[in-house]
């Protein structure tokens, strides 16, 4: 059974989050292929659309990471869309996010992990990436350094994982509750909780509209950590 | 809910990692090239036309500064123009009174040989005349060599009083 009270229990033989995520992927897919189809050098539609979003992303990603950014557009455009309409996807009733299952958001988070240091690795040798952790200290304190370094390595993806996750189940748990709470008081009979409905119904709305909110905020954030870990993890520049 | 499923979470991964690499392939990688080949034009397009400007302002200072020269060649032409037409006027000046000069002397000397001759038959024919009235008064003729010698006497007293001799 489903943990929020909103969902809808499905009974497919596959766990619902991953049918969520291949129908934003069909979603991103979608959108995608509507922006593209017709390009014109004065965009219009979609694709101004798609181009104004990637636009910004590929801005950010230059301004974070640096001349290297290019190969990693792929990665933070990816995320940014498919965290975008997971989290949207929750708002629509019969829907969930995928990103309110901690598979999904620990999974993104370890493909960040992974990718930044694969791409550190790559950029700087495994050497000269490992020798950062041990900072520009004192010889004797330098141990002590390694391990707070790994410590905090370490916590990137819980951190990033938990709070997609936290936020958007959140949000999810809210509607649902506010939706149960109608579907309880309208037919109680009882004047007082009959009343009481009013409360969710006008809250409702409000809640979807911070969910709105919420969802492109989380999004973005989630990106552009994962341009901040990639630009540090690549980056020459003394730390 | 809050428990990892690493089989999901695996699957989930490769599912984000395949629609990622699928997208970029055919959609994203795409218009982003287009993206960037649109601001090249467009970089190139403002490049050419502020070259194209430079060209024109220059063209423009070079138009300027070939006018300015002309007119200053051509002051300079008239000018010189003037001053080969004052020359040559001088010139014209000094030969015409040095022509003038010369018709001038040339008829003062032909005046003055034309006035000699004309002097020269006068006293030639006042003397044969002086002669003739002599020998009628005197009825007889003279020794030749007296003749001469009064001729000569009167003709220098007749050149004493001669007006602007």
């Known amino acids: 059974m489903s943990a929020i009270p909103e969902g809808i229990e499905y009974h497919l033989p596959i766990d619902l989050s991953l049918i969520m995520s291949w129908i934003a992927v069909g979603i991103i897919f979608l959108i995608s292929w509507l922006g593209v189809r017709r390009m014109a050098k004065v965009p219009k539609g979609m694709q101004n659309f798609l181009e104004w979003i990637l636009g910004i992303i590929m801005q950010f990603a230059d301004d974070m990471v640096g001349p290297t950014a290019p190969q990693y557009y792929p990665l933070f455009c990816m995320l940014f869309f498919f965290i975008l309409v997971s989290n949207l996807m929750g708002l629509v009733p019969g829907l969930v996010s995928s990103t309110s299952r901690l598979s999904t958001t620990a999974g993104l988070a370890l493909i960040v992990f ?42 990137r993806p819980l951190s990033l994982s938990f709070r997609l996750f936290g936020n958007i189940l959140a949000k999810e748990i809210l509607l649902g509750v506010l939706a149960l709470l109608v579907v309880i008081f309208l037919p109680s009979g009882n004047i007082i909780q009959e009343c009481l409905s009013v409360v969710p119904i006008v809250l409702r709305p409000l809640i979807i509209l911070l969910g709105l909110l919420v969802s492109v905020i989380q999004a973005f954030v989630f990106m552009i950590l994962a341009m901040v870990y990639i630009g540090g993890a690549v980056s020459h520049e003394a730390h | 809910m809050m428990e990892i499923n690493w089989v999901l979470l695996s699957v989930q991964v490769a599912t984000f990692l ?27 397009d403002l490049k050419r036309a ?116």
């Open chain 1, 114 to 155: 992974f990718a930044t240091h694969f791409f550190g690795i790559r950029e700087k040798g495994l050497w000269n990436y490992v020798k950062r952790w041990f900072g520009n200290v004192p010889t004797w304190l330098k141990p002590f350094m390694f391990v707070i370094e790994l410590m905090s390595e370490l916590a």
């Open chain 2, 18 to 44: 395949v629609a990622m690499v699928i997208i970029w392939k055919l959609f994203w990688g795409p218009l982003t090239k287009f993206m960037q080949e649109r601001s090249q034009q467009i970089e190139g």
């Open chain 2, 50 to 165: 502020e070259t194209g400007k430079r060209e024109i302002e220059a063209m423009e200072a070079e138009y300027h500064r070939r006018l300015s020269e002309l007119e200053e060649r051509a002051q300079q032409e008239i000018k010189e123009a003037l001053a080969r037409g004052a020359q040559a006027k001088d010139q014209i000046m000094i030969e015409a009174r040095q022509e003038a000069k010369r018709i001038l002397d040339k008829a003062q000397s032909d005046l003055t040989l034309e006035r000699e001759r004309l002097l020269r038959e006068l006293r030639s024919h006042m003397t044969e005349i002086s002669l003739q009235a002599v020998e009628r008064l005197l009825g007889q003729g003279l020794d030749q060599n007296v003749q001469k010698r009064l001729l000569d006497q009167f003709l220098s007293d007749l050149e004493k009083v001669r007006p602007g001799a």
